[in-house]
T-cell receptor, first 113, second 111 residues
Framework: EAQVTQNPRYLITVTGKKLTVTCSQN?????MSWYRQDPGLGLRQIYY???????DKGDVPEGYKVSRKEKRNFPLILESPSPNQTSLYFC????????????FGPGTRLTVL | QQPVQSPQAVILREGEDAVINCSSS?????VHWYRQKHGEAPVFLMI?????EQKGHEKISASFNEKKQQSSLYLTASQLSYSGTYFC????????????FGQGTTLQVKP
């Protein structure tokens, strides 16, 4: 089954404790992206990747890192999480953002205390 | 830079029509439309490209007016399953991967 998976789905952590949210897709997509969703603000893009080893900043990259060493994986790293990073995070992938469906993962709900 | 969606919320009866607008202050290369049901991930509806044709998906269609820098989503003869939050995502530079989403329009369809 074609899908985007994220782990963990729920996470409660404390300020400053490094964490990684994994994202994996099995559709051989070149494009992957991370978004955060907060009430009243819609979806905001954090980072995106057009292909392996190619990443770029979205609208709200501060406090986040990403890497794209393999085509299928695009982990999101929070080196020193803060309470303002409490949010719902979505990973997404597409074969081509220009003309094709962007598939979203199920989301990761992160709470930073 | 974030596109503005209107209305913010709309309540319909089954069978009624609705229009959701997405307006930008900058020239658009493409507009993406998504629907998100409560507690679920967004689901892609369609993409409209600069110079492209109006798109359709079941009873949901959309248009893209490049001069007005605006896209509209049309929901015809709405069904209960159309309830959710609709987002437009805008691409200003063309195939760079950067998408900026509007704040969303909540649609509730009642029996």
């Amino acid at each position: 089954e074609a899908q985007v998976t994220q782990n963990p789905r729920y996470l409660i952590t404390v300020t400053g404790k490094k964490l990684t949210v994994t994202c994996s897709q099995n559709m051989n997509h070149e494009y992957m992206s991370w978004y955060r969703q907060d009430p009243g603000l819609g979806l905001r893009q954090i980072y995106y990747s057009m292909n392996v080893e190619v990443t770029d900043k979205g609208d709200v990259p501060e406090g986040y890192k990403v890497s794209r060493k393999e085509k299928r994986n695009f982990p999101l790293i929070l080196e020193s999480p803060s309470p303002n990073q409490t949010s719902l995070y979505f990973c997404a992938s597409s074969s081509s953002l220009r003309a094709d469906t962007q598939y979203f993962g199920p989301g990761t709900r992160l709470t930073v205390l | 830079q974030q596109p503005v969606q209107s209305p913010q919320a709309v309540i319909l009866r089954e069978g009624e029509d609705a229009v959701i607008n997405c307006s930008s202050s900058k020239a658009l290369y493409s507009v993406h439309w998504y629907r998100q049901k409560h507690g679920e991930a967004p689901v892609f509806l369609m993409i409209l490209l600069k110079g492209g044709e109006q798109k359709g998906h079941e009873k949901i269609s959309a248009s893209f007016n490049e001069k007005k820098q605006q896209s509209s989503l049309y929901l015809t003869a709405s069904q209960l399953s159309y309830s959710g939050t609709y987002f437009c995502g805008t691409d200003y530079r063309g195939n760079t991967g950067k998408l900026i989403f509007g704040q969303g329009t909540t649609l509730q369809v009642k029996p």
